[in-house]
């Protein structure tokens, strides 16, 4: 009888990395193969909206491979998602990676020979339904809806410069498949993601967090994606609270929280700290407010970084 294979993503687990396990163990599995997917951390909020809604178990969890008698005892497993050693489980040398299916930059090396799938594709689920196609599997409506949600949440729904026309193309596919709408449900994961009910704010604002240095004045800009601005700017009061917690933490000057709203289409941002009056001036803050909507601004690398340099170098 051949091992069991262990299909995982990589730790802090994302949409993407669970469900593009899930969906490639069933696949494994159809094609006579046995797998199963592993998670190597706790399921967020939108990965659980996502399992819930299509009625799917999640992953067993596991955070350590353990040193065998033998090398012929080791687990064979498929990395998907990452091929960072950083990024994957405890214990890896205890294991025989055989596969890898990833869609990041490459820093890979293996002692063996491998399969190695790699596509600059908005997501490896994107990668997974190809594979199904090339094997001419139809997806069950659970697998595509799996699939689906990961190219949704890792490509905020089509809007991220990491999107691509095949990633649109695949997803049109699995909408069919997973019987919802794009457009409804897409809105109502990135909710169930955002929600910030019951969370930590800290935890909410750290999640993609940065430090930057603009000459000697370091400053914090933090993204959070979301559906429902309006809702979270209720908590307005609280959330700078907790950015001026966060800037004395981490030893910056200031903070530029973007609250990112994908049905906007733009960012509201929140300044707290040192620099504040001139960067909200910089942005064109209304005299009297402390924050500012700006529409079509999505992305920190490419519209907020650079104004932040341009204004803070007159400082
Ligand atoms: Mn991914």
Known sequence: ????????????????????????????????????AIRLGKINKETRFILDYFKVTEPEFMNEIMGSQSVNENPDVILVDHNERTQTIDGIDNA????????????????????YRAEPVGS???????????????????????????????TVIFKSPTCTEEDKIIAKELEKIAGVSIDVYGKDMIIAGASIEGENLIDVVKTDIKLFEFGRKKVLVSQVTT?????????KKEIQEVLGKIIKEENADSIVLMLTDIVLSGSE?????????????????????????LPDV???????????????SEV
């Open 96 to 115: 025989n990676i055989i596969e890898v299916v990833d869609h990041h930059r490459v820093v890979f090396s293996t002692a063996n020979p491998l399969y």
């Open 1 to 36: 009888m051949s091992k069991q294979i262990l299909i995982m993503g990589h730790k802090s687990p994302d949409t993407d990395s669970i469900c593009a396990a899930l969906a490639y163990a069933e696949l494994k599995k159809i094609s006579g193969i046995s797998a199963k």
């Open 124 to 154: 490896t689920s994107t990668i997974i339904a190809k594979l199904y196609k090339e094997k001419n599997v139809v997806p069950t409506r659970e697998m595509a809806g799996l699939m689906l949600s990961a190219i949704l949440s890792d």
């Open 298 to 312: 999505l992305s920190r690398k490419k519209q907020i970084i650079p104004k932040l340099t341009e204004i803070l």
């Open 269 to 293: 941002l929140l300044f707290v700290g040192k620099y504040s009056i001139d960067i909200a001036k910089g942005f064109d803050t209304p005299t009297g407010q402390d924050s500012v909507f």
């Open 227 to 235: 559906a429902g601005v309006t809702k979270l700017l209720e908590n």
